[in-house]
């Protein structure tokens, strides 16, 4: 597995992604509609400080796998979002892909709190927060808005601070 920036032949995939029944149920729709408003979104974020977003890609191939989003939330503190498609689901694609942000943010970005934000009802996330060492703090209640449905959201809060052990190294 390989992160790297967002590049227009990504965009189809990433709709498809996005498309995908399972993958709506949990987050919002693609923030574009065209690969040249996606690629304008994801620079246009990243300049005024409010995202950085990476594709997951397969590190032989380069096939986009999904995506994976670091959000400045405050002093020394971040929030992660990832999606990855059906193909890269089961794979511990996604478990992989957060344990590598994180230490990238503890180490490049030198925060003291990294957070994730988890539907409860969404097995797989929980489970992708959990191998990836997070600890879970407890349940936001109507934390986030899906917009498709105006249908508001419980979210179980995690969390992985600097010192805390390191993840079992199984995925």
């Known amino acids: 597995m390989a992160l790297r920036r967002v590049r227009a032949e990504d965009f189809p995939e990433a709709q498809a992604m996005y498309a995908d029944a399972e993958v709506a149920r949990w987050i919002n729709p693609l923030p574009a509609e065209t690969d040249a408003d996606w690629l304008r979104w994801a620079e246009s974020i990243r300049r005024r400080g409010e995202g950085l977003l990476q594709v997951i890609a397969d590190?032989?191939?380069?096939e986009f796998l999904g995506e994976i989003i670091v959000m400045p939330r405050g002093p020394q503190r971040v929030e992660l979002g990832y999606v990855v498609g059906p193909a890269a689901r089961g794979r511990g694609v996604a478990t992989l892909a957060v344990r590598l942000v994180t230490a990238w943010a503890f180490?490049?970005?030198?925060?003291?709190?990294?957070?994730?934000?988890?539907?409860?009802?969404?097995?797989?996330?929980?489970?992708?927060a959990e191998k990836a060492g997070f600890t879970r703090e407890g349940v936001l209640r109507a934390y986030?808005?899906?917009?498709?449905?105006?249908?508001?959201?419980?979210?179980?809060?995690?969390?992985?601070?600097?010192?805390?052990?390191?993840?079992?190294?199984?995925q």
């Open 144 to 170: 986030w808005l899906h917009r498709p449905t105006g249908i508001r959201h419980d979210s179980v809060a995690y969390s992985r601070l600097p010192g805390d052990p390191q993840p079992d190294s199984g």
């Open 59 to 62: 590190a032989g191939s380069d």
């Open 107 to 128: 180490d490049a970005l030198a925060v003291k709190r990294v957070e994730l934000s988890v539907s409860p009802d969404n097995s797989a996330s929980n489970r992708v």
